[in-house]
Nanobody, 126 residues
Framework: VQLQASGGGLVQAGGSLRLSCVAS????????MGWFRQAPGKEREFVAA????????YYSDSVKGRFTISRDNAKNTVHLQMNSLKPEDTAVYYC????????????????????WGQGTLVTVSS
């Protein structure tokens, strides 16, 4: 399975970006997909996740109300729409596929994902 993330860049505080992640080489439609981020000197942290069919979503408190995760199973793609960006959102953003199919338990746990994209850098200036 390969995950290719894109859409990062430099944006001013209050601005928006839309990240995309395309999956190839494996099954997509039966797995939870997640977005995580890692700022310099910090551990990777959960941002958002979305289920495989009902498209239920789950967000970290730090992004709730500002970010929206979505997916298109026909295109093997997951998106992260980021609005009202803040300097503290600056990080490398990673998309990830869940380790087990149809498994929605603890979507925020990093170790429950075993396929990761290469990351895309988001920089928010103040």
């Amino acid at each position: 399975v390969q995950l290719q993330a894109s859409g990062g860049g430099l944006v001013q505080a209050g601005g928006s970006l839309r990240l995309s992640c395309v999956a190839s080489g494996g099954t997509f439609s039966t797995y939870v997909m997640g977005w995580f981020r890692q700022a310099p000197g910090k551990e990777r942290e959960f941002v958002a996740a979305i289920t495989w069919s009902t498209y239920s979503t789950y967000y970290s408190d730090s992004v709730k109300g500002r970010f929206t995760i979505s997916r298109d199973n026909a295109k093997n793609t997951v998106h992260l729409q980021m609005n009202s960006l803040k300097p503290e959102d600056t990080a490398v953003y990673y998309c990830a596929r869940r380790r087990r199919p149809r498994d929605w338990r603890t979507p925020e746990v990093v170790d429950e994902y075993n396929y990761w994209g290469q990351g895309t850098l988001v920089t928010v200036s103040s």
